[in-house]
Every structure is written in structure tokens, then in C-alpha cells.
């Protein structure tokens, strides 16, 4: 009995460390865009309080998928011996141990590490598949609205910007979104690379007008001023 105490001692510290660096790891990729690192942080850090907090009561195959999540975390962030992969090998055996995760249990934000493997991968029409998956079975505004800002990046890489602005329109469209600044912005950005700086400088005020505390409100004036 002890040493089952002890195993499941070790795994929760060891889920609890490593959803706290994920929470580390979206910070400083996402330190650009103060809004979305305030709101990724949040919903991981409930992610932490959740499986720290029921994995003492895991069955067998919740156990399973526990252990194949946290192992698809440390390769996706180049944790221990995961350091010694190359990157793409990384994003690759790291998407293999999201999708047997997901294959014991279907947690949506699953799906959105497995989309973020698959964009890695430059396998962007799969990583949009599976945003869209996601899309279809969380009713988590900040799962859809990462989904959609995500969605939106992908498209910018295969060069559909109208796309990407729909994505960027759908994520505007998400109810009690934080968000909505960033959409925007970008969506001012693409029309603005497209050619079109009347829309462009429509965004931009709407943004100003419409979120006034937005950090990006400065960014947007200083936009405006060069029309």
C-alpha cells in the first residue's frame, strides 16, 4: 500500500510541474500579446486544478491517459531526455501521445495541442481539421477563441487571408471572448497587408472605440496616424 501512495504521490507532482511550465512555456511565446497571455495562463492553470486535483481517483485507462498527456507535454516542450530530439521528431512523438490521450479520454483542450503538433509539423490543413473538431465539441469560450486565433494563423501560413479573416471574424463572434481586441487587430493587419486601408482603419477604430483599455489601443493609434 505505501508504494501505491508514493506512485501516486510522484505523478501528481509530476502532473502539477508540468502543467505549470506549460503555463511558463505560453507566457513567453505569447508575451507579444498581453491578452492572450493573461487568458492561456488561465485556462491551464484550471487545467493544473483539474488533473492534480482528480488524478488520485483515476481508473486504469484514466491513469493510462494521464500518463501519455503529461509524456505528450514534456516532448511538445523539450523537456529531460526529450531535449536530445530534434524538434520535428519532437512535435511528431508528442502528437502520437495527444492522440492516445484523447483516444482514453476526448478532452477538447487535447485537441488543441494536437492542432498546435500538427502546425509545428507545417501540417496545417490537419492542424485546421482538428481545430475545427474542437470547435464542434467545447463549449469553452476560451478553448473556441484560442482555437479560432490558432485557425487564423494556420490560414496565414497557407496564404488565405480571407480565411484567416473569417476565422478572426468568428473568434470576434464568440460570446464573453476577451479576445476581441486581438481579432481586431489582426484582422486590421490583413486587410491592411490586402490593400485595403479603409477596412483596415475601420478595425482599428472599432478596437479603440469599443475596448479603450486594450494594450493594443496605443499600437492602433499609432496605425492610424499613418493613414
Not at 530534434?86 to 479520454?105: I, Q, W
Amino acid at each position: 500500500m505505501p508504494r501505491v501512495i508514493k506512485k501516486r504521490v510522484e505523478k501528481k507532482a509530476a502532473g502539477e510541474k508540468e502543467l505549470k511550465d506549460t503555463v511558463g512555456d505560453i507566457k513567453e511565446k505569447l508575451k507579444q500579446r498581453q491578452r492572450i497571455l493573461t487568458y492561456a495562463a488561465g485556462i491551464f492553470i484550471v487545467l493544473v486544478t483539474l488533473v492534480i486535483g482528480f488524478s488520485v481517483y483515476f481508473t486504469t485507462n484514466k491513469s493510462k491517459a494521464l500518463e501519455s498527456e503529461l509524456e505528450g507535454y514534456r516532448l511538445y516542450h523539450g523537456e529531460y531526455e526529450a531535449k536530445a530530439i530534434s524538434p520535428s521528431d519532437r512535435y511528431k512523438k508528442s502528437l502520437e501521445m495527444f492522440n492516445k490521450a484523447y483516444s482514453y479520454k476526448k478532452k477538447p483542450y487535447l485537441l488543441l495541442y494536437m492542432a498546435n503538433c500538427n502546425y509545428e509539423l507545417g501540417n496545417y490543413d490537419e492542424a485546421i481539421k482538428t481545430l475545427q473538431r474542437l470547435n464542434s465539441q467545447s463549449s469553452s469560450p476560451q478553448l473556441i477563441s484560442l482555437s479560432y486565433y490558432k485557425m487564423a494563423t494556420a490560414y496565414l501560413k497557407k496564404d488565405k487571408k480571407d480565411d484567416a479573416v473569417k476565422a478572426l471574424n468568428n473568434l470576434y463572434a464568440v460570446k464573453d471572448s476577451p479576445l476581441k481586441d486581438i481579432a481586431l487587430m489582426e484582422m486590421g493587419k490583413i486587410l491592411e497587408s490586402e490593400g485595403k486601408p479603409g477596412e483596415a482603419k475601420n478595425k482599428y477604430k472599432e478596437l479603440m472605440e469599443k475596448f479603450p483599455k486594450s494594450v493594443l489601443v496605443n499600437e492602433a493609434k499609432a496605425k492610424l496616424e499613418k493613414k
